[in-house]
């Protein structure tokens, strides 16, 4: 193919995704569905008081949905088959509390308004609110998205941020998305509310010597074993996502060798429960549990943004408010691409 036909490509593409975006607009369903957003809004909140696990889930839902093939609720497609998004080993430690949110508030939708608003566009609603209930910062939320009609597991690989990816790889996998470096640190910054996985880290804290970059006494107290509470704790919850939340298992173990492996520990081990700036100021402290995490502090090309987080929650919480404005414009389908789900597991 000659330079001139792939640049007519490009052009022809970056046309139609601005047409997309264009198209969105935060009073879509304003003659259709008027009290979409407080609908929405009721059934998160109704979640979130049944479990906190709600509000990470929920979140990271959002971003794996959008990463993939746009903002267009691919990744909730349930297959019999097991070959939808959802069934990729990259997204099968996405909490089933993040799909039930999206699933409940669009029976709730219906119930208003039955077949106009989309499963997209509601998940998308639902990651602010899931915000604003941990304390974070509200924003406005563009509207008009269609529900996709492809979810396959192979389309997946490559396109989510593994948590050892270099800033050079982090920032090429945000820019393909049309994110920005700054845009990437502050989306990052959910990570306050986020739990993970032992197996996602543990390399960190189990090589010899453990990784330089990690504050040396938070790599010991990941590595200590815990109480007598640990187990008892792990029956009362559910099997499929065991997270240590501090406010209600007291134990100092986090991931010991051979952890029970349904295990996620908070990323942020200060305000596990609260959207703020701690996270940065942990990775200035060396706290960052993923090196995806921490290298925004040690490469000298993001240091600086992550101290201004660090510094100012305001600063962060306007950058954030942007990135997710411009993440929920990722690839989405608009007019008459896509459908309108009645059932966000499955197509029409």
Not at 275 to 300: A, E, I
């Amino acid at each position: 193919m000659g330079l001139w036909k792939r640049l007519s490509l490009v052009v022809a593409f970056l046309a139609v995704a601005g047409m997309a975006n264009a198209q969105l607009r935060t009073n879509f369903y304003r003659s259709t569905c008027p009290n979409v957003e407080s609908i929405v809004r009721g059934a998160v909140q109704t979640k979130v008081s049944q479990t906190f696990v709600t509000i990470p889930a929920t979140l990271r839902l959002f971003f794996h949905d959008c990463f993939v093939e746009g903002c267009d609720a691919s990744v909730v497609i349930s297959s019999p088959n097991g070959d939808a998004e959802k069934d990729a080993q990259d997204n099968l430690s996405l909490a089933g509390d993040g799909f039930d949110t999206v699933v409940k508030a669009k029976a709730a939708v219906e119930a208003s308004c039955p077949g106009v608003v989309s499963c997209a566009d509601i998940l998308a609603l639902a990651a602010r609110d899931v915000v604003v209930a941990a304390g974070g910062p509200g924003f406005p939320v563009e509207l008009g998205r269609r529900d996709g009609l492809i979810s396959k597991r192979w389309r997946v690989p490559g396109n989510l941020p593994p948590p050892n990816f270099n800033l050079n790889l982090l920032s090429w996998i945000f820019r393909k998305n049309n994110l920005t470096t700054t845009d990437m640190i502050a989306l990052s910054g959910a990570h306050t509310v986020g739990f993970a996985h032992c197996n996602r880290f543990s390399n960190r804290i189990y090589s010899n010597p453990i990784d330089p970059t990690l504050n040396p006494a938070y790599a010991q107290q990941l590595r200590q074993v815990g109480g007598d509470n640990l187990t008892s704790s792990l029956d009362d919850l559910a099997p499929i996502e065991i997270l240590i939340i501090k406010s209600y298992i007291p134990v100092i173990q986090m991931c010991p060798v051979n952890v029970d492996p349904r295990i996620a520990i908070n990323m942020d081990p200060d305000t596990p429960n609260t959207f703020d700036n701690v996270y940065f100021r942990n990775l200035v402290n060396g706290k960052g549990l993923f090196s995806s995490d921490q290298v925004l502090f040690t490469s000298p090309i993001s240091r600086g943004t992550v101290i201004n987080f660090a510094n100012s929650q305001s600063s962060f919480f306007n950058a954030f408010t942007s990135a997710m404005v411009k993440l929920g414009r990722t690839g989405v389908k608009t007019g008459n691409q896509g459908e309108i789900r009645r059932d966000c597991t499955r197509f029409n």
